[in-house]
């Protein structure tokens, strides 16, 4: 059965996000006062699995084997049929 994956990664709370800072000031000259601004990557990817737990157990060891560093990164995982 085909699953759809959607992971999110983003960093920590408290470290530096000098991509999100850069952004956060150019929307400021531009005229749109913001609070605060975090990047994230979003994977959306199809997983052939038997049940969407297995397919989130997969995307699991995906961020924790290649796309997360557990240090730095927190991820979320949303699974659709």
């Known amino acids: 059965m085909k699953f759809e994956v959607q992971i999110t990664i983003a960093l920590k709370e408290g470290m530096l996000d000098p991509e999100a800072r850069a952004i956060q000031h150019a929307l400021n000259n531009l005229g749109f006062?913001?609070?605060?601004l975090k990047t994230a990557n979003v994977y959306c990817i199809t997983v052939n699995a038997p049940t969407a737990d297995e397919?989130?157990?997969?995307a699991t060891e995906m961020c924790e084997r290649l796309l997360a560093n557990p240090v730095i990164h927190d991820y979320c995982i949303e699974v659709a049929q």
Not at 33 to 36: F, K, L, P, R
Not at 55 to 58: P, Q, V
Request: charged share 40%.
């Open 55 to 58: 397919a989130r157990t997969r």
């Open 33 to 36: 006062a913001t609070e605060g």
